[in-house]
């Protein structure tokens, strides 16, 4: 059975910072391409940063640019995600999503394989 299973998730104030793990159990995750997607109450999910399989190719979204940072453990089974100068509009409960595919995908209907979510609340 695929499971994603994200942590690191919490409560913390503007300005600092956190680091999500998503550790997967799946077969061909070094194959695979990630994202990390973000969705708050009554909007649709986002994609925040994506890789590669190999991570040698990495996607951000504007607002996120220079303050959060993707990377991930092949070995491991495990990606990554930086946040630093977290800002209250941060807020919300946090994905990873593997595809089938080895380069980036953009849209949520491509990501298979999902995690159960990490909630991140950033008070001001």
């Known amino acids: 059975q695929v499971q994603l299973v994200e942590s690191g998730g919490g409560l913390v104030q503007a300005g600092d910072s956190l680091r999500l793990s998503c550790v997967a159990s799946v077969r061909t995750f070094s194959r695979n391409s990630m994202g990390w997607f973000r969705q708050c109450p009554g909007k649709e999910r986002e994609l925040v940063t994506a890789?590669?399989?190999?991570?040698?190719?990495?996607y951000y979204k504007e607002s996120v640019k220079g303050r959060f940072t993707i990377s991930r453990d092949n070995a491991k089974n495990t990606a990554y995600l930086q946040m630093n100068s977290l800002k209250p509009e941060d807020t919300a409960v946090y994905y990873c999503?593997?595809?089938?595919?080895?380069?980036?995908?953009?849209?949520?209907?491509?990501?298979?394989?999902w995690g159960q979510g990490t909630q991140v609340t950033v008070s001001a």
């Open positions: 890789i590669s399989f190999t991570g040698d190719y990495t």
């Open positions: 999503a593997t595809t089938p595919y080895g380069s980036i995908r953009f849209e949520v209907k491509d990501h298979g394989y």
